[in-house]
């Protein structure tokens, strides 16, 4: 069974920063693209980040030159360096990963979600 779990939310003040950390379990073949969303209060869920099995990255304006996502493909494990961070970053952060693995006899692609871990920026 895949599971994706976050962890390193918290709460901090606004300028701090923080890193999140996504551990991908299970029996898989590879992991394609990962990727980070959020959700803020009252808020649809916006795509943060995304890196590609090649390393391309792409960031949501909001937080281009803030954060950075980045994969330790030798720990099946990918992270969201958090810096200068303000009140508007506060939401609960999901991770994301398009995994290819064998169900049964066939080889197929689908894409799994962790549960979600909150940060908090205030003062």
């Given at each position: 069974?895949?599971?994706l779990v976050e962890s390193g939310g918290g709460l901090v003040?606004?300028?701090e920063s923080l890193r999140l950390s996504c551990e991908v379990s299970g029996s898989?073949?590879?992991?394609?693209?990962?990727g980070w969303?959020?959700?803020?209060?009252?808020?649809e869920r916006e795509s943060v980040a995304r890196i590609t099995r090649n390393g391309d990255t792409a960031y949501?304006?909001?937080v281009e030159g803030r954060f950075?996502?980045?994969?330790?493909?030798a720990k099946n494990t990918f992270y969201l360096q958090m810096n200068t961070l303000?009140?508007?970053?506060?939401?609960?952060y999901y991770c994301t990963a398009d995994i290819r693995l064998y169900i049964g006899r066939s080889i197929i692609d689908r894409s799994y979600w962790g549960k979600g871990t909150l940060v908090t920026v205030s003062s």
């Open positions: 069974q895949v599971q003040q606004p300028g898989i073949l590879k992991i394609n693209a990962m969303y959020r959700q803020a209060p009252g808020k949501v304006d909001s950075t996502i980045s994969r330790d493909s303000k009140a508007e970053d506060t939401a609960v």
